[in-house]
């Protein structure tokens, strides 16, 4: 069966990934930093939106990398294998509030390592 993937993602969820509270992303938003769509009384967030912001908020905080759901992208690998290797040390990544971000620099090293 195949997996379906979201293309609108709540406030919740966006604050989650991004490790912001719901409060910083409802602010961007009122602010016009984070587009969104409101039906009734809920926002919701396009898929490509929220990586930009997601990045845009690794950037200011000085980190330039990849979240855990990029690498997911880029290399197939589960959620919770990336996160084994993350914790056990031998994927460096630096934790900005709730969510790990990869440095660029970390992640080329990583690959390069397990050339065959």
């Known amino acids: 069966m195949n997996k379906i993937e979201k293309d609108f993602f709540t406030m919740k969820e ?4 991004c ?12 602010k016009g930093r984070l587009p969104a769509y409101r039906i009734g009384r809920k926002y919701f967030i396009a ?7 997601i990045n845009a908020v690794a950037e200011k905080k000085g980190v330039e990398g990849y979240t855990i759901q990029e690498i997911m992208q880029k290399i197939p690998l589960s959620y919770a294998f ?3 290797l ?3 040390g031998k994927l460096p990544a630096v934790k900005i ?7 660029k620099t970390e992640y ?3 690959l390069e390592n397990k050339k065959m």
Do not use: L
């Open 82 to 84: 990336i996160m084994e």
């Open 108 to 110: 080329d090293k990583f």
């Open 97 to 103: 509030g709730r969510q790990y971000v990869v440095p």
């Open 19 to 30: 490790g912001a509270s719901y409060g910083i992303v409802k602010r961007d938003i009122d």
């Open 14 to 17: 966006v604050a989650e990934k």
């Open 86 to 88: 993350i914790k056990s």
């Open 47 to 53: 898929r490509d939106e929220m990586e930009n912001y």
